[in-house]
């Protein structure tokens, strides 16, 4: 299958500094990603999505001065905690899809947002 | 708005033997997919199955296998065979037919499988 990349896959900042996640997809285009959050022992929940060269979708809850996406390219997408707290802290992960490639999602790796 | 619903937080299963993960949902739509995700320790997702809701026929994949029951919005995910690698929590998700569409996921079963 497709892969897609996710780095860092682990980071722990000090609270107020920004956060910077890649998600990359690397062998196809992905004309929408998704961010998801993922609390311990819980399900993943959307927080937004992204179509290349548009601004992103934000569901409900989520603040988008807080977490900004950028879809540049058909294959990068970055998700920026920006001073971030504690209760920023949690697993992230990115999914992406190209329509050619038909309904399937590709996930990343994760990363582990630690705050302190 | 559709939901998605695992009604099993945690199961366990010996190696070897069969186990069966529950899944409902409720959708007004006629066109969707459903899917299982399978989420190791290595918090990686992986696609398990997928299943057209257009399809009677249930889908299958090795050891795994569904049983989707339209009608009732049901779709179980049955791993015979249960090996220690299938140790995971098993997100079981939905999509409508409408290219871009997210997921939406179950909370999740936790199943652990027992030497």
């Known amino acids: 299958g497709a892969v897609v990349s996710q780095h860092p896959s682990r980071v722990i900042c000090k609270s107020g500094t920004s956060v910077k996640i890649e998600c990359r997809s690397l062998?196809?285009?992905?004309?929408?990603m998704f961010w998801y959050r993922q609390f311990p022992k819980q399900s993943l929940m959307l927080m937004a999505t992204?179509?290349?060269?548009?601004?992103?979708?934000?569901e409900q809850g989520v603040e988008k001065d807080k977490f900004l996406i950028n879809h540049a390219s058909l294959t990068l997408s970055t998700l920026t905690v920006a001073s971030a707290h504690p209760e920023d802290s949690s697993f992230y992960i990115c999914?992406?899809?190209?329509?050619?490639?038909?309904?399937?999602?590709?996930f990343g790796q994760g990363t582990r947002l630690t705050v302190v | 708005a559709q939901t998605v619903t695992q009604s099993q937080p945690e199961m366990s299963v010996q190696e070897a033997e069969t186990v069966t993960l529950s899944c409902t949902y409720d959708t007004s739509e006629n066109n969707y997919y459903l899917f299982w995700y399978k989420q190791p320790p290595s918090r990686q997702m992986i696609l398990v199955i997928r299943q057209e809701a257009y399809k009677q026929q249930n889908a299958t994949e090795n050891r795994f296998s569904v049983n989707f029951q339209k009608a009732a919005k049901s779709f179980s995910l049955k791993i015979s065979d249960s090996q220690l690698g299938d140790t995971a929590m098993y997100f079981c998700a939905f999509e409508v037919d409408n290219a871009g569409n997210m997921l939406t996921f179950g909370g999740g079963t936790r199943l652990m499988v027992k030497p």
């Open positions: 999914s992406a899809r190209d329509l050619g490639l038909g309904t399937e999602a590709f």
């Open positions: 992204s179509n290349e060269g548009s601004k992103a979708t934000y």
């Open positions: 062998d196809f285009q992905a004309t929408t």
